[in-house]
């Protein structure tokens, strides 16, 4: 189960992407980010304002994708690179949010409706696999002893 949850991120991730490639404002301006900016007072993010900054992160958010999804093939070794990933990428996008100063202007709904999504996903590869918080050193440990 947890190679699947890794596939669907993998591919989601993809169609985010292509979104932000072609149509960033879908996600920019979408019900969750409004609702998000309306509860933690985060300012929306303008699609308009760095259309080459956008379409790096769609580069960067469909390399991801497809890394993800090869991931899923590989399996049980893989899981923890694409766990430890996500983890960092939503501690610090929360980190960001909460602690940087407002006149820095960094911390946007976007951002924290990205950090909650790979929260989410982190939580559910660990549920399925608790072995990615050990980023495999039960397998080194078992190598060894047969040794």
Same mark, same amino acid.
């Given at each position: 189960?947890?190679?699947?949850?890794?596939?669907?991120?993998?591919?989601?991730?993809?169609?985010? @992407?292509?979104?932000?490639?072609?149509?960033?404002?879908?996600?920019?301006?979408?019900?969750?980010?409004?609702?998000?900016?309306?509860?933690? @007072?985060?300012?929306?993010?303008?699609?308009?304002?760095?259309?080459?900054?956008?379409?790096?992160?769609?580069?960067?958010?469909?390399?991801?994708?497809?890394?993800?999804?090869?991931?899923?093939?590989? @399996?049980?070794?893989?899981?923890?690179?694409?766990?430890?990933?996500?983890?960092?990428?939503?501690?610090?996008?929360?980190?960001?949010?909460? @602690?940087?100063?407002?006149?820095?202007?960094?911390?946007?709904?976007?951002?924290?409706?990205?950090?909650?999504?790979?929260?989410?996903?982190?939580?559910?590869?660990?549920?399925?696999?608790?072995?990615?918080?050990?980023?495999?050193?039960?397998?080194?440990?078992?190598?060894?002893?047969?040794?």
């Amino acid at each position: 189960m947890a190679d699947t949850v890794i596939a669907l991120k993998g591919f989601a991730d993809i169609i985010v @992407g292509v979104i932000l490639a072609f149509k960033p404002s879908i996600i920019y301006e979408s019900v969750l980010t409004r609702k998000l900016h309306e509860l933690s @007072g985060l300012h929306l993010s303008n699609a308009s304002v760095a259309p080459g900054f956008n379409h790096s992160i769609a580069c960067f958010s469909i390399s991801i994708g497809v890394g993800s999804v090869i991931a899923a093939r590989i @399996g049980k070794p893989a899981r923890p690179v694409i766990f430890s990933m996500n983890i960092t990428w939503a501690l610090l996008s929360l980190l960001t949010c909460i @602690g940087a100063p407002r006149e820095w202007d960094i911390g946007s709904a976007t951002l924290l409706m990205s950090a909650l999504n790979h929260l989410v996903l982190s939580t559910a590869m660990a549920w399925f696999d608790p072995d990615v918080l050990a980023f495999g050193s039960r397998n080194r440990e078992k190598k060894t002893k047969r040794a």
